[in-house]
Structures are given as C-alpha cells and as structure tokens.
C-alpha cells in the first residue's frame, strides 16, 4: 500500500472513531482522534491504564498550539526551534481536547510532529491525534513493531501498514513541563 493510501485510510477510520496501530515519530504508537472521548476511553482499556495516566496528544504545526493551549508561555517557541530531538511539552490550560485526556489539573502533553506520515495524517484529520506506546500498561515499549504483542495488535482497529519494517529505537521524547511564568521541569530525558 503506498504511503498515500495509508493515510486517506487511517484519516477514514479516525473521522469513525477507531482506533489505530501507527508508526509515530518515535516509537509505534496506539492513537486516535483526541477529541474523541469514546476512542480515548478504548485506547485506555485496550492499553489497561487508569485514565488518571495521561497520554501525549500529537499535532502538525507550532501554530496549531494556541487551538489547544489557553496561553501558550512565549519560551515555548524557543524550546521547540531549539530541540532536535522529539519533544513532548506538558503545557498549563489545556482546551479544545477531550476532557478524558485532559489532566485533573489542567495540563496537556502536546509534541509537534515532523515525520511524513503523522504530520500528514494530523493536516488532513484537521485535529490532533493521541499517541501512547503500544504496550499494555507497566510493559516495556516495543523496539520494533515485530515485537508489538498480539494482544496490542488484535485489540485496535486498524494496523497502519507502512513503515513496519523501518527499525525504531526504543526512544520516547523527551518529557518536559512547562509553567505559564516560563519555568520548565524536566519529566523525561
């Protein structure tokens, strides 16, 4: 299937509310649309995680930030050009998401996407996507999508076909949390 079709695909099945199985630009990850609370709930039974564990939310484009974040703390522009590695930012005010993915205190963890095939897939959903790993709750990340668990793979809606031979390293994006006066904590290195 050619990268095109993959994504005219997975973008009809996030419109109906599905669950997917999809190379992210980390690691493979389960997603769905994050504004939909019934997929959020799906990808937290499948995964077996409490809700209260909250998931990364995905988007195309910085500009895209303030449709999602209250107020976006102007340091977050400079952290973002700056980082040449995946970066996922845990932003204060949190809006336009489902309210199951939001956190009890407000937040949102939110990671600007640059590989084809998420970026593409975000612009034409015309929303945010979620992303967590693909592993039940407490197990490790898989390095490979040969590696996914059986359970993973059979309990989403659909398995995104490209990209499945590409080797991924275990890496996750680094975590950060950032304060509305600028201030940041590091989550995750």
Do not use: H
């Amino acid at each position: 299937m050619t990268l095109e079709a993959e994504i005219e695909k997975s973008v009809r099945f996030l419109k109906e509310g599905k669950i997917l199985l999809y190379p992210t630009d980390t690691v493979w990850g389960i997603g769905c649309d994050a504004t939909n609370s019934i997929a959020i709930t799906k990808i937290y039974k499948l995964k077996g995680r409490s809700e209260s564990k909250g998931m990364i939310v995905l988007i195309d484009d910085q500009k895209r930030l303030s449709e999602y974040v209250k107020e976006v703390p102007p340091i977050a522009q400079d952290i973002i050009e700056n980082s040449k590695l995946p970066l996922t930012i845990i932003y204060p005010g949190a809006k336009n998401l489902a309210k199951n993915i939001i956190a009890a205190d407000g937040t949102i963890a939110i990671r600007i996407v640059k590989d084809e095939y998420c970026s593409e897939l975000i612009k034409r959903l015309g929303k945010p996507i979620i992303s967590t790993s693909a592993n039940f709750s407490d197990m490790p990340t898989a390095s490979s999508f040969d590696i996914i668990d059986k359970g993973i793979r059979s309990g989403v809606d659909y398995v995104v076909k490209v990209f499945q031979d590409k080797v991924k390293s275990v890496k996750t994006s680094t975590i950060i949390k950032l304060e509305k006066d600028g201030s940041f904590t590091v989550i995750r290195k």
